[in-house]
Each structure stands twice: as C-alpha cells, then as structure tokens.
C-alpha cells in the first residue's frame, strides 16, 4: 500500500500542472480491486467493483501533504431508490477490527446455533429497523435535533434473484462510529435496551413498542449470508456515513461512506444454500407470517405489505365486524366469517393483549386428521411462536386467535418461552375468559349457541374427559336432548333440568342410545316415564365417558337409569303404585319364584352372576343391570378385535308380572327344550337393549328353532280345532272315548303356541 501511495505521489509531483490516468489494475492491502487511478493537482480517486460494479471509493489517504483524499458534498437526502445497485460511496482508509478467539466462537454459535429456523433472521432484522424507526421518532416528538431526510418512517425490502442479494433498510436513528462498533461489533450489546435505560425516566413518549433486548438479533444474518454490508448514518446532525463489512467469521472492516440516507441500510449477498430468500414471494410470506403487524409500513420491492392493522393493540369499539372477518381470514387462512369473537385485555400476571375467534367450522369431522393450535404468541407485536400449545388446552385448539404479551419470558433466540409455571397461570387466565364468553352468549343467544356447539361439541366433551380443572366450567355448556322436549331442533342444558327437576330429586338422570325413538323404548325408561321424571337422552359414544368423569352437577349426582343407583324416590314411589295393584295382576310368588329363578340362572349357566326380582318393569321381560360400558365396549372393539375381552357374567332382573315369564314357568315344568331356548333369547333381547351384544347372529339358530316350534303348534292347534268342529256331528260316546287323549294333546301345543306368541 505504501509502495503504491509513493508512486502515485511521485508521478503526482511530476504533473502539477496537467492531469493524467494511470491504468494498471491492483489489490491494495484492504482486498479491494483498484482498476484505474486518475491524479489531477492535489487530489486522487480510485474507482473499484469488489461491493457493485458502480460504486466509487477513495481507497487511502495520501502521506504526503500536498495531496488530500477529495471529499464528495452530502448529498441531498432521496426516497429509497427501488434498485439493488449501492448508492452510497465508500470513502477513508479501512478500520479493521479482529474478533477476540472467544468472541469469535460465540459469534459462530449465534449465528449458526441459537435459531431452529433460516428464516427467523428477516424477523430479528425487521424487529431492529423498527426499533430504529421508534428511536428517532422518539427523538422527533421531543423536539431532539434530527438529521433531515425526505424519506418517510418506513422499512424498505428489497430483493434481486439475479444477483441473489437481500436488502433491508429503514430511515431511523442511524448509528454514529462509536455505536457502530458497540451494537454491531460487539455481540450481545442492545442497542434498544441501552436506549431504554437512558430515557428510562422520561414521561414524554411510550416506549412500549421497542422490540430488542439481547444484542444478538442481527447476528442471525450470517445463518444465510456469506458477506454483509451495512451502510448507516445517524441521525444526529451533520454525522458521517459509515460502511460496515463482514463475512461472520472473525473480523470486520469499518469505512466513512458517502451518499448514506439517514438510517441503516443491510446488503446481505445470500450463500447458496440460502438462495430462497432473494425470491419475493418467500419473503413476503415469511413478512406475514412474523413481522406483519410492526408499527411502521414495510414495502418489500414498492409495495406495501402490511395493510392489517394489529386489532388486540386498539379499542374494541373502535374496530368494525368487517376488519374483525379480515383479521380472521389472515389468520386462519380461510374463507369463512367467525361465529364469535372476543377482543380482552388483562394486567396479571401479565399484561397481554389478545383477540379470539370461534370459525364456523372445524376440520377435523371431515377425517383430515387432529388440528394444530390456532394460537399466536407476540411480544410487541412481532411473532414469537406460532401455533402455540402452552397457552390453551388442547381441548380449544379450534379457536383462532392473537396473545401478546410485553413482557412475557422470552429465550435468547424469541423462539421458546422460558418461565413455564407464569405460562401457564397466563394460559389459566385466558381459558377462563373463553369460557365465560361462550357461557354469556350461550344466554344471550341460545339458538345461535346451539348451532355452534352442533359444530364443536366434541371438543367440549374432550375437555371433560381430559381437563378435570375445567370441568365444571364445560358442564355449564353441554346440552343434550331430553324427554321433556318436543322438537328435536332444542336441546336443554343442566341449569335448565335442574330448574325443572322435582323439589326433591336429587339425581340428574340420562340414557346413552343411538336415538331417541331407541331410547323412548328402552326398558330402562318406561319407569321414568311414568312416573314423570325427565331423562337426557345421550346419543354419541363419548357422552357416556363425558357423565362419568362429570361425577355431578351443581350438587346432583349424574345417574344413568340403566344402574342400580336409581334414587330411592323412584323405587318407593313403584313400590307403593305395586302395592295398590297387587291384586289386578297375575305375578310369580314365594316358592315358584325362588324355584325359576333358580331354574333361570342353571340354565343360563356363566351367563348370569345373579337372577332376581324388579318392579322397574311393566312391558320388558328382563334387564340387564349394573353392566359395563357399551360404548366403552365398542370402543376396545375397533382398537383390536383380536383382544376382545370376554363379555362378564350379567346381573339379570326379571319382570315377574310379565306374561313371557309366567308362561315361561309353566313350560320350564313340562321339561320342553323350549323353556331353554326361551329362556336363552330372553337373556339376549336384554343384552340387546343395553348395546352388549357383540354380534347377533349368534342368535339366528335359537331363533329358528323357536319359530319353527310357534308354527309346528300354531298348525296343530289348527288342525285341532277343525276335527273339534267336525266331531260335533259324529256320536258323544266316540267323543268322550277320546276326549282324555285330545284334551291333553291340545294343552300342549297351546302352551307352546302362548310362550312364543
């Protein structure tokens, strides 16, 4: 360099008077290609193309005195020109500065191992723009000398696939030489939090809207850049223009640039595993879905692209059901309106800001698989995490919807949130509002509550069986059909059957079935039905785990009427109805009741645990009580039929006021294999009636042998009573010779006609 500088000076002294160009290309010291050097009387330029092939550098300043590096006037301050070619002139000899060992490793560690994503560095250095624009507008308001620029408070993105370059601009606070080497040079120096704790006590602007606070978001540039030039120039007035380059591996080189636009400038030239993000529409994706909703415009190649406004930042009053649709559809990424919405804001144990919306419909009941979380997560109205699950239970992850939060515990990398325990209290506090959203709009509007929990009552009922800390909650919001309703359009909540429940009722009864014409002919519900107790009907599988998990509502056990836990307010009230008709009926008494009972469980052999007695039952022969789950059954079904457990032994109630059970005695005495095969059918209708049995085509050769034995007497009785009418013509002693063998003949066929029939 030396060596070159006195040449120049040599030749220099020999033309005061007439200027002439040296053409010979050289690398100076500092790497950059000299391809021409004109000297003219006291003054020298260098034109080089190591940046862009059009930009202008004074490489050195001359040791002798006679001559000085020419100095180019400011320029007046332009918009942000749409071109990737620099503008700005580098000028002064290079400021070379050498990263320590240790500081050069952890530079390597944050620029190649603190981000789980490449695409984070757009977030980190958009985060920085803003904040610079925040800083000198700060300095605007109070009335602090600002470097003039005829460009507006914006950040500017620009892109060029040829030349795979990125640039990143904004029109801010800028940096002076000393803040150049102190937020850039040094790593984990933030700039924003040393700007905080200078204004830290002034009452004249909101801070609130800065975003940094480690120092170490630029460095994330260099996960996908090979080389990066920062051109910046403070807005302090009359500041120089500074060029800051390095490749991220140890050192960098500091320059006095001409032609600097307030602010700060970044080209980043892409490596070639990084080439995507020189294309605008991956840019502008990763735009939206990180730094859509910063408080300044970003124009990526001229155009806007931030055009949302952040709707949990303003007044609820003030934001119109059309921009709440809009926000939604961003969100969301679909075409549909919300059901509801809810725009809430608490200070503890955070303060947060937050926007909620319930869509019309979900995904998941067309087979396409579980949905992720429909969450965000901000902090000052950049993105942290998308989608996030720590926030609200699993159970409610088909709202869709905005948290920020300003101070909420971030990791090194704004990635990963680090206090778990405050997340969750945060996470706490925003379910319980949901809730009581859906609870007064349940109120407010019961039909078009009811059409949105048609849509999504599963997952309500999965809150249940899953969330036991919400669960009380959630039963203020399920609804089932009921005996009391007419229409099958209505449904009524638990409030509204405990408000017309019987003074004394205690229990809150239910029936699972597929429908309600089954369950208005279940053989559990005949009982409650006459003596006027409503019942909910429940028809999906999970209702069944859904009652027992809820255990109770407001006090009253939740009671299947298929249990033996009927209340004692029913059984009484059946006792005392039997007694006044005890007269009326034909019933299996004392010791011919212990004998079929035993006589019933020695033929039903494994089948059966018990055999007794109920008065439940008026039209039904038989039921099955205390069973296991249908549905729980079924459920172990589909999962693997192979291990299908065997069906337990049943608890059997009989009706013995029933006709099947009365004429069933009778033919158990004469020994016929039908007593057995009736007996066995009886059984399996009552499996039948509770969902247990597995398959019933098991039943198909009992049942054939039982028809074929109703036909066989059906036709003899027949056949019998047309000689009866015959015989009347014939003699009386030839009928009373076989009266005897005739009249017993007909009792039986009769009686085996009456049991099937």
């Known amino acids: ?289 990180h730094s859509n909703f910063v408080g300044f415009p970003i124009r990526l190649n001229g155009e806007k692209l931030n055009t949302l406004r952040p709707l949990w930042q303003v007044s609820r009053d003030s934001i119109t059901e059309e921009e709440h649709k809009k926000f939604y559809q961003f969100l969301s990424h679909s075409y549909d309106s919300p059901i509801y919405h809810l725009h809430f804001a608490a200070d503890a144990p955070l303060s947060i800001r937050s926007v909620f919306y319930v869509p019309e419909q979900h995904s998941e009941k067309y087979g396409m698989g579980r949905m992720e979380p429909g969450v965000n997560l901000f902090s000052k109205k950049i993105l942290v995490k998308s989608k996030i699950k720590e926030l609200l239970p699993d159970w409610l992850r088909f709202i869709k919807g905005v948290v920020d939060c300003e101070d909420i515990p971030l990791h090194l990398s704004r990635e990963h949130l680090q206090d778990t325990e405050l997340i969750k209290r945060l996470g706490g506090v925003l379910t319980g509002r949901i809730l009581r959203m859906f609870r007064d709009e349940s109120r407010k509007d019961p039909k078009k509550y009811l059409k949105f929990w048609r849509e999504f009552n599963q997952f309500f009922k999965e809150g249940i069986c899953t969330d036991a800390k919400w669960k009380e909650e959630l039963g203020q919001l399920i609804r089932f059909d009921s005996s009391s309703l007419e229409s099958e359009a209505e449904l009524t909540s638990l409030d509204e059957y405990i408000a017309r429940a019987k003074p004394t009722q205690n229990e809150i009864y239910y029936l699972c079935a597929p429908s309600k014409q089954i369950a208005l002919m279940s053989p559990y519900y005949e009982v409650f039905k006459k003596k006027g107790y409503e019942v909910l009907f429940l028809y999906a599988s999970i209702d069944d785990f859904v009652m027992s998990t809820l255990g109770e509502y407001s006090g009253k056990k939740l009671t299947s009427i298929e249990s033996s836990d009927v209340s004692d307010d029913v059984k009484k009230e059946d006792e005392a109805n039997t007694k006044d008709d005890s007269t009326s009926k034909k019933e299996l008494k004392g010791e011919d009741l212990t004998e079929f009972l035993k006589w019933m469980k020695t033929t039903l052999g494994e089948k059966v645990s018990v055999v007794k007695t109920t008065n439940r039952l008026e039209s039904f022969p038989a039921v099955i009580e205390d069973h296991e789950s249908a549905n729980m059954r079924k459920m172990m079904k589909y999962i693997d039929p192979t291990k299908m457990p065997k069906l337990p032994r049943q608890r059997l109630d009989i009706n013995p006021k029933h006709p099947i059970i009365l004429r069933l005695d009778e033919l158990r005495r004469t020994q016929s294999p039908l007593a057995g095969w009736v007996a066995d059918q009886v059984f399996d209708d009552a499996l039948i009636a509770v969902g247990l049995m597995d398959d019933p085509r098991a039943m198909l050769p009992r049942l054939n042998q039982i028809l074929e034995a109703a036909l066989t007497g059906a036709s003899k009785s027949s056949s019998s009573s047309s000689s009866s009418s015959s015989s009347n013509t014939e003699s009386s002693s030839s009928t009373n010779n076989n009266n005897s063998e005739a009249g017993k003949e007909k009792k039986s066929e009769a009686l085996e006609a009456d049991v099937v029939v």
């Not at 007439?18 to 500092?30: D, G, I, Q």
């Not at 004109?38 to 080089?48: F, I, K, L, N």
């Not at 040393?194 to 800065?210: I, P, R, Y």
């Open 1 to 289: 360099k030396m060596k070159h500088s006195r040449r120049l000076t040599k030749l220099a002294k020999q033309a005061r008077s007439r200027s002439f160009t040296v053409c010979k290309p050289r690398t100076n010291s500092n790497g950059l290609n000299i391809q021409s050097v004109s000297v003219a009387p006291r003054q020298y330029h260098t034109t080089r193309s190591s940046f862009a092939d059009k930009d202008t550098v004074i490489d050195a300043e001359l040791p002798d005195t006679d001559f000085t590096a020419s100095q180019t006037s400011t320029p007046t301050p332009q918009a942000p020109a749409t071109s990737t070619e620099d503008v700005e002139t580098v000028t002064g000899s290079a400021d070379k500065h050498e990263f320590k060992a240790e500081t050069r490793r952890l530079l390597e560690i944050v620029a190649r191992s603190l981000y789980t994503d490449k695409e984070v560095f757009i977030r980190e250095l958009i985060s920085n723009a803003s904040d610079a624009l925040s800083k000198v507008n700060y300095r605007q308001l109070t009335n602090q000398g600002v470097e003039p620029s005829s460009a507006e408070l914006e950040i500017s993105i620009q892109t060029d696939e040829k030349r795979d370059l990125l640039i990143i601009q904004d029109f801010g606070i800028g940096m002076t030489k000393q803040e150049l080497v102190e937020n850039i040079g040094t790593i984990a120096h933030s700039g924003t939090k040393q700007f905080f704790k200078q204004m830290e006590n002034s009452k004249e602007q909101d801070l609130a809207t800065l975003i940094g606070q480690f120092g170490v978001g630029f460095y994330s540039v260099f996960v996908v850049a090979k080389q990066v030039r920062l051109y910046t120039k403070s807005a302090v007035p009359g500041s120089p223009g500074y060029c800051w380059v390095s490749d991220g591996h140890g050192s960098y080189q500091i320059y006095e640039a001409d032609n600097v636009q307030r602010g700060t400038k970044i080209v980043i030239e892409l490596d070639n595993e990084a080439k995507e993000f020189a294309k605008p529409q991956n840019v502008e994706n990763i735009i939206k879905k």
